[in-house]
């Protein structure tokens, strides 16, 4: 059974901001994701919110939806102080941090800390490097590593995280090394697809990024289904279909990506901000809400693939 999660992004209020999210807490969606840019991108002088003092915010405003970036990247932060940022909103969360990363993208991060664009084969070095930094530092251990961005020695964070061994981290990558990190450090893998492309262009797309991930699991040794799978989708940028016209178009859109193994679709959320209204069957709308009690009904603490979670129910 395919779970719903919901983007937001933080570019309003910070009241709104609030509101949106008690809302998908109280509809049923199993997790809550910020967008993370240090501006909007399509708007760098409109309002935009820090992604993880607002989880940090949003978190005491909840009690059991999953929280995170989707996706924090290494251009606007040094790994050390993204994974400590992350870990005290785990602590502060109650163990609810999902940790999205993703090697970056946008010209107007790299403008904001002064920083030329990466070339590409850097970009994924900077990145590849990040994960397996991150992922050792979550674990509030001590790390050695020495790499060619980014170096530490004896160094340990502290307090330990509540999830274990740490927390979740879901991987962005469509390319094949990033697909290949994924496989060695992901708990989540997630995707968009692509810009403006018909789901069954989508579906084929992401049906064969899943099966290059598989390939990286088998000759790693690793069981490709401790990997969910997540899509981010259901916007019109990403998607040519009218998916929230009618509950039959939503749900034949559903079992498109249930079929191609998806676990988890994040949605823009509230679509309403990204449509016209006379686009959107208000019947849609009750029909998912009906179908997030359904999927929360026996959900007592959410976990990823059996290791994390928090008990504070």
């Not at 992350?86 to 403008?111: C, F, I, K």
């Not at 502290?158 to 999830?163: W, Y």
């Not at 979740?168 to 390319?175: E, K, L, R, Y």
């Not at 040519?240 to 009618?246: E, H, K, L, R, V």
Request: net charge negative; proline share 7%.
């Amino acid at each position: 059974m395919t779970d719903f999660g919901a983007l937001l992004f933080p570019n309003v209020s910070w009241a709104t901001l609030v509101d949106r999210c008690e809302r998908a807490e109280e509809m049923g969606f199993r997790s809550l994701w910020i967008d993370d840019h240090g501006a909007n991108p399509q708007a760098p002088r409109s309002n935009w919110f820090e992604a993880f003092t607002t989880l940090a915010g949003l978190a005491n405003c909840t009690r059991r939806i999953l929280l995170g970036p989707l996706v924090s990247n290494v251009v606007l932060r040094h790994p050390v102080m993204l994974a400590r940022q992350a870990l005290t909103v785990e602590n502060m969360s109650g163990g609810r941090l999902q940790l999205g990363l993703g090697a970056g993208y946008a010209p107007t991060d790299h403008e904001m800390v002064g920083s030329a664009a990466w070339p590409r084969a850097e970009r994924a070095e900077r990145f590849a490097e990040a994960v397996e930094l991150i992922d050792a530092l979550l674990r509030a251990e001590p790390v050695d590593f020495s790499g060619a961005h980014y170096r530490v020695s004896d160094f340990r964070l502290r307090p330990p995280p509540l999830q274990r061994p740490r927390s979740p981290i879901c991987v962005a990558a469509h390319a094949r090394s990033s697909l290949q990190l994924v496989a060695r450090f992901g708990d989540i893998w997630s995707s968009f697809g692509g810009w403006g492309l018909s789901s069954p262009r989508l579906l084929e797309l992401t049906a064969r990024r899943s099966a290059t991930l598989d390939e990286f699991c088998t000759e790693s040794g690793r069981d490709p289904a401790t990997i969910r799978r997540q899509i981010l989708a259901g916007s019109p940028a990403t998607t040519a279909d009218p998916i929230w016209s009618s509950v039959q178009a939503f749900d034949e859109w559903v079992a498109g990506w249930q079929q191609a193994g998806i676990d988890e679709i994040v949605l823009y959320f509230p679509p309403d901000l990204l449509y016209e209204p006379e686009l959107i069957d208000p019947a849609v709308t009750e029909h998912l809400r009906g179908l997030l009690f359904a999927r929360r009904s026996g959900d007592q603490g959410a976990t990823v693939n059996g290791q994390h979670g928090t008990t504070d129910e």
